[in-house]
């Protein structure tokens, strides 16, 4: 089973829906059987482009998950309310 290609080629829609951790493992999965070294060139070029868009996913859901972030704030009264994080980094009011 290591170093052996498990996910054949995957589509870039089919690519887009995983889940960050499911693209990162399988991710991990292309490292480790290029990082063997016994794959042929055109199975190499091949799995470097399904890493390549794996990456790109998975940048994308941590920037989408980055912009999600909230933080706490505390009125007033001594409330706590949820408030978007600022995305311009300022955060004087």
Do not use: F, W
Not at 11 to 25: D, H, I, P, Q, W
């Amino acid at each position: 089973m290591a170093g052996s290609a498990k996910h054949p080629a995957s589509s870039n829609s089919e690519v887009e829906t995983l889940s960050y951790e499911e693209a990162l493992k399988r991710l991990e999965s292309i490292v480790e059987s290029m990082e063997a070294g016994d794959l042929p060139l055109d199975k190499m070029l091949s799995q470097y482009e399904q890493g390549m868009r794996l990456g790109q996913v998975c940048q994308a859901q941590l920037a989408e998950a980055e912009l999600k972030i909230q933080r706490l704030e505390k009125s007033a009264a001594g409330d706590l309310a949820v408030r978007p994080m600022s995305v311009g980094g300022s955060e004087d009011e």
